[in-house]
């Protein structure tokens, strides 16, 4: 474990505050190679620009501690001129999230989102202290943490599995990080992500019989004249407010970087399902670091052009009053038809918390198999 000293904490304000925070946030996991970072431009808008309504409807506190670190001091018979200063020590971030305050919930509960911390568990006790101190004093007795900037995105500290490479969309946290969440929180909820590997596949060629009549979907309809369906849908857990006009719209925003496959099932007429994939982006994320910088930027986009081995199931739901007549299946062999010509080797989907007994049976039943564990923490404040 890290150690540290000089503890600092930094609340952002204004354009350059918050950009020097999101520099911040982005160092303190920049080293570990297996963190799959959000595309850089992408980020700066929804942090940076306030340009969401979902966001700044929940008055984000952007927090960030730095300190000094401890070095561990060289014998001075190991020093060939022990007068001279080996190096000056620098502050560095150790811990950093952005709070929010979701206005649609009722019962004294913040979020907090984009919570990286270093190896330190004061650290991440300072942090929380310093929420405390910034939010104590409008109501909040608890944090629900980590969270992505909403909770359908990126939520939960990763448990195992930290040796495979984390598809995209999906929370990452380094193998310390259990442990030091474990020390100061209490756990809240799990969820699992869901994996089918190269052979499952089977009858691909042509779509299944059933019910509905499956169309091309846009993607943007879910924000829309869909979004009663869409909402209704998506997993409930923590008390997560389901999503709404503003949410969705970010979700989709968020997600649609890239182009996806979408398609809708209607039954009689009226929509009664949807799903939502995308090629798996984050190799490419990867290996350019987000393309954050010129030479990233285009290695962003010379590796994006080439064929991802595997896609991402984004979102998917049947109208609860039309489950169980393989309407779900007929939407998953729709995107299954496509997978082969494409080139995909894998299918990955959620993660979906164990509240979901639904969603989690339907993808054990197409021959998908839980990979990695999630675990969602609360800390409640004195």
């Not at 409807?57 to 022990?82: G, W």
Request: glycine content about 8%; overall charge positive.
């Amino acid at each position: 474990m890290a150690q540290y000293f000089n503890f600092r904490v930094e609340t952002a304000e204004g354009y350059w505050g918050r950009a020097g925070f999101l520099r911040k946030w982005w160092r303190i996991y920049a080293d570990d190679s297996r963190w799959t970072p959000p595309a850089w431009s992408r980020l700066r808008q929804a942090v940076v620009s306030k340009q969401f309504a979902h966001l700044e409807r929940s008055r984000p506190h952007y927090v960030v501690v730095e300190a000094l670190p401890r070095r561990r001091q060289a014998k001075i018979s190991d020093q060939p001129f022990p007068n001279i200063n080996q190096g000056v020590l620098m502050e560095e971030p150790v811990a950093a999230a952005v709070v929010l305050i979701d206005p649609r919930r009722t019962d004294s509960t913040a979020h907090l989102a984009m919570l990286h911390a270093a190896n330190n568990r004061e650290s991440l006790e300072r942090l929380l202290h310093a929420v405390q101190e910034h939010v104590g004093h409008e109501g909040i007795r608890r944090l629900i943490l980590p969270v992505g900037l909403s909770p359908y995105l990126g939520t939960g500290v990763l448990q195992d599995q930290f040796h495979l490479e984390p598809p995209l969309h999906a929370p990452y946290a380094p193998p310390y990080v259990p442990e030091l969440f474990s020390t100061v929180c209490r756990p809240l909820g799990r969820s699992q992500l869901y994996t089918m590997e190269p052979g499952a596949y089977t009858d691909v060629g042509t779509p299944v019989p059933g019910p509905a009549v499956i169309h091309p979907l846009d993607p943007n309809q879910l924000a829309t004249d869909l979004l009663p369906l869409f909402s209704q849908t998506m997993p409930a857990w923590a008390d997560f407010p389901h999503p709404d006009g503003p949410e969705t719209q970010f979700l989709l925003w968020w997600v649609l970087r890239r182009p996806v496959l979408a398609w809708m099932a209607e039954f009689d007429g009226k929509p009664v399902g949807y799903l939502l994939a995308q090629p798996d982006g984050g190799d490419p994320l990867r290996r350019s670091r987000g393309g954050r910088s010129l030479l990233g930027r285009l290695l962003l986009q010379s590796l994006e052009l080439r064929q991802p081995r595997s896609v991402r199931i984004l979102f998917m739901g049947v109208d609860q009053e039309y489950r169980q007549r393989g309407i779900g299946r007929q939407l998953w062999q729709q995107m299954l038809s496509t997978g082969p010509a494409s080139g995909w080797q894998t299918v990955t989907a959620g993660p979906l918390p164990s509240t979901a007994r639904a969603g989690t049976a339907f993808l054990k039943a197409m021959g998908l198999l839980s990979r990695e564990t999630y675990l969602l923490h609360r800390y409640d404040l004195d």
